[in-house]
């Protein structure tokens, strides 16, 4: 397997992603300090004690999953009309088809660098969303567990 270690930017092995250069160290008996947010319900009860960077990262998955969501839907109405339903005669497999398929294209985009014509990263990873929530649903639903 070759990987495009010499391009600018790039990692000559995805093992690298993992590596720390320096060991990250905090002070002897002291505590890193976060701000934690507690979240209430309409009673006043705490349903969730988080830190703050939880909550930011929570707030960002809910925006990036309902975005998902309406581009699931518009792209859907397309294969609707044309009689097709991305996947959805062929039941989990079907939907492993259309992740594997976009794969390809997600991996010389981000990986090799490579300028993409149409969809770009961004609404592949959008629309992988969507295809992963459907697969899931197949496996609940088809007992595959």
Known sequence: MSYPGDMPG???????LFKVSEPM?????QPRKVKRVKVVDGRGQVVKDL????LEERGALAAIFEEAQEL????RQDYVRSGKDGGDDLGAAGQ???LHRKDGKLRRALWEGEELIGEQP??????MIGHAVKAIRYIDTENLR
Do not use: G
């Not at 790039?10 to 690298?16: E, S």
């Not at 160290?25 to 008996?29: K, L």
């Open 72 to 75: 699931h839907f518009r792209k």
């Open 96 to 98: 492993y088809a259309e």
């Open 10 to 16: 790039r990692f000559a092995d995805p093992m690298d």
């Open 51 to 54: 830190d703050e960077a939880e």
């Open 122 to 127: 961004r609404e592949i990873l959008l629309d």
């Open 25 to 29: 160290e905090f002070p002897a008996n």
